[in-house]
């Protein structure tokens, strides 16, 4: 029983797999959304079981909770009719699925050669006694970082809130 | 030894729950005919008069999109405040308060200039 | 889930038995506020079938059950049936993390000719290390039922009041999360069991680095954090779609809101879910600020198992969990009256004043108690004498 703990770390990351690639085979954007929702928990399952749990508890929060409530929303609520021809066809759209796709596997093949497989192992340590650790490290080691993050998110607030003043497009002036 | 598993055990569990409490009401409930007025959108009786999807106010993805930046900043008061009293017992109180005291002042402007400038007004 | 095959099985069982509890306090609730109503508006309510028209229930799960399905011709099938169920787990998952009483203690015995234990069983489904933060992300998943109600429906009724529904539940998200860094500020811990421990004695709290014990008042949260035991109330209000928050079904303007479309169990289920949200935020309110299941000075563990010392150690540990479990039960419903109450006293909001509140009133307010807080904490809690 106690190889419990990595044999659901492996089940996560497959059930992790398995939906992030149904977010891009699905034809139909509103299940694309609902996938990406799944795969943002089963990651927060996989941040858990590397021991990085407060990590996981904001990955649902944030990520699973908030992010995506918006997408979800805002792909609910658009006509996507028109938006999904202009995004499955065409040669640009081609190229760049192309050139994603490349950049991934780039990605991919560049980190399985840094990485040195079965070397690390976490500490079992108690599991608030690991969130206060990254509190010791985020406000002191990192404090210049964690400011100015503060200022970034009020970067874009600041900016959220023009692009929603802009008057164009369909929501010109009549 | 994973916590997790109850959890996912448990939300297997529920799910079979409702799939049976729904798959119950199927076998018993009534069997009526199934006519067009019977499965047209429910609009009081009024003919069908809209498509559902039509244009929003922006408002709500500006109220959106401003929840997530500002549930961020409040995710990073959490391990703050866990590890308050630690750091008060270290001595470092002063330090840690003031820290947090530069971020929440980034955080009090935000939120005031926010309502300054009428994005959060709902007419 | 355990080390072995008892201590597996037990972990399940309780698991189940918790959320059946849970469901089965749902049909109750809903014969409280039907009589509660009916109470507080000069009425009878429900009083024909059983004694005080509590077969009522029963009824109205025959009834339900014997509904038509159908799915509207132009909702999308498998979306339309995947919202109620959807809408039970969140709910279910925030409360199994919550501890509704002291842990058993099951001493080492022999039975089939194998010795077993000890053990100790936490009365609760699960332990999670990151108890508040894991309820917080649970119950955070609660918009998509609500999402995926509307847009399965395909009816324009129903996707505004998901919108509207979800536009104000994370909108209250924001001053329901700040009202709770006070709790952590006081009480230092994600754990909720840990939070209970530390409301078990006396008043007790350090005065400029020295020990101050108020002998008389119980340890609560509630005496350090007024302005945040309240702020977390109302915001609990708008997450569970209640009144006076109760826009997205606003009956003049939507209909029903993102249920439109749905009846008989499924209706039901989307009742089970929010009845669980009020639960979990009573169950949250007792924990945080009114001492979990213990009242001091003569409901404590202690005094509790005093009663139980000629049972075995065992049945004692057993007696005293069930009772202190009566206890928090008490407050629980206590604070579910004070929804059915509300729910019956106030009005409803216009939206621009639902999104002023959560906003420009709460907002503020949660943060100003965060800042009075921390520094009444720093001085409080410093050895200003230097050793």
Not at chain 2, 62 to 80: R, S, V
Not at chain 3, 196 to 217: I, R
Request: glycine share 8%; proline share 4%; with cysteine.
């Amino acid at each position: 029983m106690m190889s419990l703990g990595p044999a659901m770390f492996y089940v996560f990351a497959a059930i992790l797999v398995f939906f992030a690639l149904s977010v891009i085979m699905s034809p139909n954007p509103v299940h694309s959304a609902l996938y990406l929702v799944l795969t943002m928990i089963s990651l927060a399952g996989v941040y858990f079981h590397l021991n990085a749990q407060f990590i996981a508890g904001v990955q649902l929060i944030v990520y699973a909770g908030a992010v995506m409530v918006l997408f979800v929303m805002v792909i609910m609520l658009f006509d996507i009719k028109q938006e999904l021809r202009a995004f499955t066809k065409g040669l640009i759209s081609g190229a760049l699925k192309v050139a994603s796709a490349a950049f991934v596997a780039g990605y991919l093949i560049g980190t399985f050669k840094d990485v040195s497989v079965g070397s690390q192992s976490a500490s079992l340590a108690g599991n608030t006694d690991i969130t206060k650790e990254l509190a010791l490290m985020l406000y002191s080691k990192y404090v210049l970082a964690f400011e100015v993050l503060g200022l970034l998110l009020l970067v874009v607030a600041v900016g959220a809130v023009a692009v929603s003043r802009v008057k164009g497009g369909t929501h010109a002036k009549h | 030894m994973s916590q997790l598993l109850p959890v996912v055990v448990l939300a297997i569990f529920v799910a079979t729950f409702g799939l049976l409490l729904m798959f119950l009401a199927s076998l018993f409930g009534a069997k009526g005919k199934k006519s067009a007025t019977k499965l047209s959108s429910y609009e009081c009786g009024v003919e069908v008069a809209a498509s559902p999807t039509t244009k929003i106010p922006i408002k709500f993805y500006l109220t959106a999109i401003l929840f997530i930046l500002f549930d961020i900043e409040i995710i990073f008061m959490y391990p703050w405040a866990l590890a308050y009293g630690d750091f008060i017992e270290a001595g470092l109180g002063i330090y840690i308060s003031g820290a947090m005291a530069v971020f929440l002042a980034i955080f009090i402007f935000g939120l005031f200039w926010e309502i300054k400038s009428r994005a959060l007004e709902w007419e | 889930m355990g080390s072995d095959i008892f201590e597996v099985s037990v972990n399940f069982l309780k698991m189940i038995v918790i959320f059946l509890m849970m469901v089965q306090l749902v049909p109750l609730l809903v014969w409280v506020e039907r009589r509660g109503s009916a109470f507080i508006q000069n009425r009878l309510g429900p009083n024909r079938v059983g004694p005080l028209g509590l077969m009522q229930l029963l009824a109205d799960a025959v009834k339900f059950l014997t509904k038509e399905e159908f799915v509207p011709a132009k909702g999308y099938r498998f979306l339309f049936y995947t919202a109620p169920v959807i809408a039970l787990i969140p709910a279910a998952l925030a409360f199994g993390a919550i501890p509704l009483s002291a842990p058993i203690r099951v001493e080492a015995f022999e039975w089939l000719g194998r010795n077993w234990g000890p053990y100790t069983f936490a009365f609760q489904s699960y332990e999670i290390g990151i108890g508040i933060v894991f309820v917080l992300g649970a119950s955070s998943l609660a918009a998509y039922a609500l999402l995926l109600a509307g847009y399965g429906s395909n009816n324009k009724y129903s996707l505004f009041g998901a919108l509207r529904a979800s536009a104000q539940t994370i909108s209250y998200e924001l001053a329901l999360g700040l009202s709770l860094v006070g709790v952590l500020l006081l009480f230092n811990s994600f754990q909720f069991s840990e939070i209970v421990a530390q409301q078990a004695g006396p008043m007790s709290f350090q005065f400029l680095g020295k020990q101050v014990t108020v002998p008389f008042l119980p340890n609560w949260g509630f005496f350090y954090q007024p302005l945040g035991a309240v702020l977390l109330f109302t915001a609990f209000f708008a997450e569970s779609n209640r009144l006076p928050f109760d826009l997205p079904e606003a009956e003049g303007e939507l209909v029903a809101g993102y249920h439109t479309e749905y009846g008989g169990f499924k209706m039901n289920m989307f009742y089970i879910g929010e009845y669980g949200h009020m639960m979990v935020a009573s169950a949250l309110m007792t924990t945080f600020y009114f001492g979990g299941y213990t009242i001091y000075p003569w409901l404590t563990q202690e005094s509790v198992s005093s009663w139980f010392s000629q049972f075995t150690p065992t049945q004692a540990s057993l007696l005293t969990a069930l009772v202190l479990h009566l206890v928090f039960m008490a407050k629980v419903l206590l604070f579910l009256w004070i929804f059915v109450w509300v729910r019956w006293t106030l009005p409803r909001f216009r939206y621009d004043q639902l999104m002023d509140l959560g906003w420009k009133t709460m907002l503020p307010w949660a943060l100003g108690n965060t800042i009075v807080t921390a520094i009444v904490i720093l001085i409080m809690r410093t050895n200003w004498s230097g050793q």
